[in-house]
Structures are given as C-alpha cells and as structure tokens.
C-alpha cells in the first residue's frame, strides 16, 4: 500500500509554451532541487 504523497510524481507544465516535455539539466539532491528545460521552447525551470 502507497501512503499519501508517497510514489506521486510532479509533471511539470511549461510556463511559456503549455509542453509538459522536459529533459533534465542538473540536479541537486541536497537541497531537493532539479533544473529543467523545455524540449520546445528551451525554457529552465526550477523545480
């Protein structure tokens, strides 16, 4: 059994063009943060 919150995954929507394609660029397990960037519009995004 999956608790609350616990196997979700975020799909991120891209601010400047509405695609939710993503490819990662960096990520920062420390502080819990990953950089992306849109696949169409090339725009990073900090999650």
Do not use: H, N, Y
Not at 1 to 27: D, Q, Y
């Amino acid at each position: 059994m999956v608790g609350m919150g616990e196997g979700l995954r975020a799909c991120p929507i891209c601010p400047g063009c509405g695609s939710k394609k993503f490819r990662i660029i960096s990520r920062d397990d420390e502080a819990m943060r990953v950089t992306v960037e849109c696949t169409a519009c090339l725009r990073q995004i900090t999650i």
